[in-house]
């Protein structure tokens, strides 16, 4: 099976990116990484460096990396690259060049991650050409058939990523190809063109080819058409990958990574970190908080949500920093402590950070820095001329560490399920993209993001949970629930009927299908499960500010929309300032509602006040939850594994400054046991360096 030729616990770093590091450094450099416990590296194999010639391949430079893996005893993913396309394939298939929604055509250029041509804003990996053009597709097809023929069995291998940070560019793609595959698409799920008329309101279609993509983002119907059409376009054309490598190889790994981005980009740019993990057998993110930010929550959102995406399946911190990050335009304005200069601390932080949250592996996103181009000198832990430092001292302590026999029963054990579930709604996300592309205001991802921060900074352990997952939890919030299908709004009421506890903010379902306002409102039976109907609604995003609404004894902001209601069956538990009421509890089958008429996630996102952290905990409460870990300085993060009735601790202080604290879990003090990291004896209270962790398993 493709996992069992995983190392115990996968460590180690992309190493090869044609024009980098230096040949004559290759041996040296593979031998450090192996006395250095690394066991992994990664390289792109770009079709732009290798397929020279149509036909004409040069693999030595590649070859010779698995061979070095082989000798000293890695192993090696292959990063697919054919995004990056050759000279000569983009003048011979000049009618395929992918063309942006202004009609400019997108051009070739040079890799800001590797001095190589090639490249392309695209972002997608069928790079500046189109493979809805089938000469392009069966030359990519024969390229990729090419290399896994060479590389099937040999001892160096590991397996293939697939789509290196899943996305695509918002604006593409309008070539002719694609638009014909968009028409056949239309035809599959419409039937007739007159069908489609209608649900478009364009009625002046008289043939097939006057039906064109979208060029400008609103919310209407041929654009939740388009995105859905470039979503499984891309997808497939993923798949199509897997399996045509698949057809030559049946034993290798296939992996393929994102940057976490399903919160941000799901929609505009395809970042479906659910879907990405579903085709594979390993899953990663990209994450580097010089450019994401260094607070504990940012650095813990990403490998959260790579872990609810990967539903079970292992996953790895494919991309983590390991070096400094100077001058791209993400971090300029920043303080060189925000991740700019790695500290050897910030390493050990980040790496336990990703472990804690369920990681199964870590690779640094550069083994050592590249030597040209705009990220010259970046992400590397060691030294430009691959010299050892601080930095890769601690990633090769880390190492070492992690795949030590003695750690083998703490890496068995897995995260527990959190104390409550985020929602995750994608027509929610794809509507808010329609109607506020041009606007602008982020209430969707202030909203997700701050009631993530807002049970984050409360201790509370909330998992990111997919539409399609809601079975697996009793208790959900609904962050942003503005958009909802006739078929989403349904499994909603049944979950609920059946047992769930769903807290909702402000305006659930407000549109339905196709993007069409209710006029019932809460819309698609959504009223019989709160036990409301509206009584007003005000969509002032840029006022939101201003809302404010009481509930359990205190004042809380809000953000976003305001949305009161009148009672249909449901109790009265907070009004807005002006007296409407704000917030209805209701009971509905076997489950229960709260209906919040705001967005109090936005509100403690922008302005993080204590009455707003105590509002997150006082939910849990009313949702009847308590926290399986709980720790007196929530500046500290705890995060509770388990595994054939064991119970492994993790807590991470990443102040600057050391820290004790006391613990409990399950509402008992903690009974400290065998420390795999760090020290922790007795009953409750643990003391932790700056920047460090203790790891210890508890005792019953």
Known sequence: MPLDRLPKVPYGAVYFRKSNPP????????????????????????????????????????????????????????????????????????????????????????????????????????????????????????????????YKGHPGLLGYDIWNEVNYAEDIDFNDYTKAAFRTWLKAKYGDLEALSQAW??????????????????????????????????YGDMQWKIDTIRAVDKDCLIAAHGVAGAIQHMSSHGSDDWLAASKVELYGLTWVPSRRGFKPWQNFFGPDLTRSASRGKKWWHAERPGGPLWMQPQVLGHEKEDGRVMEPEDVRLLTMTSFAAGATGVLNLRYRPLLDGPLFGAFGSYGMDGSRTPRSDMASAIAKWANDDAQQSLFEARPVQGDIGILVIPEAQAWDYLLNRNHMPETYRQAMWGVYRGFFDNGIQADWVHIEDIAKYNSLYAPYPISMTTETAKAIAAWVAGGGTLISEATPGYFGDRGKVGTVQPHNGLDAVFGVREHEVEFMPDLGDKIAFDFEGKTIRGGGFLQSYTLEGA?????????????????????????????????????????????????????????????????????????????????????REAASVDIAVDGRPAVYGKAYWGKASGTGTVSIPQRDLVIVQLQD
């Not at 996102?605 to 399986?628: H, M, V």
Request: with cysteine; charged share 25%.
């Open 23 to 150: 040949k004559p450094d290759w041996e040296r450099d593979y031998g450090i990484a192996a006395e250095d416990g690394l066991n992994v590296f990664r390289h792109w194999f770009m079709w732009s460096a290798i397929e020279r010639r149509p036909g004409y391949y040069e693999w030595d430079e590649f070859d010779r990396q698995l061979d070095l893996a082989a000798k000293n005893g890695m192993v090696t993913v292959i990063a697919e690259m054919t995004q990056t396309t050759p000279d000569w394939a983009y003048r011979k298939f000049a009618h395929a060049r992918q063309i942006r929604a202004d009609g400019s055509v997108m051009t070739t250029i040079m890799g800001g991650s590797s001095a190589t041509g090639g490249f392309s804003h695209n972002g997608a990996g069928s790079g500046a050409l189109t493979y809805n053009c089938p000469e392009v597709k069966q030359a990519v097809g024969a390229f990729l058939t090419t290399m896994a023929t060479r």
């Open 201 to 234: 309101y364009r009625y002046s279609h008289a043939e097939w080819d006057d039906v064109e993509p979208p060029h400008d983002v609103g919310p209407y119907p041929e654009n939740l058409d388009w995105l859905e059409f470039k979503r499984q376009h891309y």
């Open 571 to 655: 109790t009265e538990r907070g009004r807005f300032a002006d007296g409407r009421i704000a917030i209805a509890e209701h009971r509905h089958g076997s489950g229960r509602t709260l209906l919040v008429g705001t967005h109090p996630g936005i509100g403690y996102f922008q302005k993080s006040e204590d009455t707003g952290k105590a509002y997150f905990a006082a939910i849990l409460a009313w949702a009847g939850k308590k926290q399986r870990v709980s720790i007196s300085d929530n500046r500290l993060q705890a995060r509770l594994h388990e595994a054939d009735g064991r119970k492994v601790l993790w807590v991470l202080n990443p102040l």
